[in-house]
């Protein structure tokens, strides 16, 4: 069985005015199940949304971790996030549940999910992407 290793720290000593944050959280994950995908989407720019296609989690309640890092280091190509709730539609219009901006990421938990649709601000920038099923 595959594991992946996760670590998030999250520290500052200026970001409250009276308390230092400092935190780190450690985890091994042990994803399976058939869909585990990995890749790079080039969007297409402002306006068009780019679509990660799955098929849908096996089943009511199948879990996954999705991890997205806009690769971009231009100031403004920023992208939104959304979830689709049937494959190969695209999300509602304003249904958008992240911005990620330059360089950021994210990693999370997600369920009973279709596909992603990402959608740039300005020019082309390029989402990597890891998607693994957890074990039910």
Same mark, same amino acid.
Not at 32 to 57: F, Y
Not at 58 to 63: M, Y
């Given at each position: 069985m595959a594991t992946v290793n996760v670590t998030l720290s999250l520290s500052s000593t200026d970001l409250f005015a009276k308390q230092s944050l400092s935190f780190t959280e450690t985890d091994a994950l042990s994803?399976?199940?058939?869909?585990?995908?990995?890749?790079?989407?080039?969007?297409?720019? =402002? @306006?068009?949304?780019?679509? #990660?296609? &799955?098929?849908?989690?096996? %089943? !009511?309640?199948?879990?996954?971790?999705?991890?997205?890092?806009?690769?971009?280091?231009? =100031? @403004?190509?920023?992208?939104? #996030?959304? &979830?689709?709730?049937?494959? %190969? !539609?695209?999300?509602?219009?304003?249904?958008w549940f992240a911005v990620l901006g330059p360089g950021e990421f994210m990693f999370m938990p997600i369920s009973d999910m279709q596909d992603i649709d990402i959608e740039a601000a300005s020019g082309n920038p390029v989402v990597e992407y890891v998607l693994m099923e957890k074990a039910a």
């Open positions: 994803p399976a199940g058939d869909q585990m995908l990995v890749g790079r989407l080039v969007t297409t720019g =402002s @306006g068009t949304e780019d679509n #990660i296609a &799955l098929k849908a989690l096996d %089943g !009511t309640n199948d879990l996954a971790y999705v991890f997205l890092h806009n690769l971009s280091a231009t =100031s @403004g190509e920023y992208v939104k #996030i959304g &979830l689709c709730s049937a494959h %190969g !539609t695209d999300s509602t219009t304003g249904d």
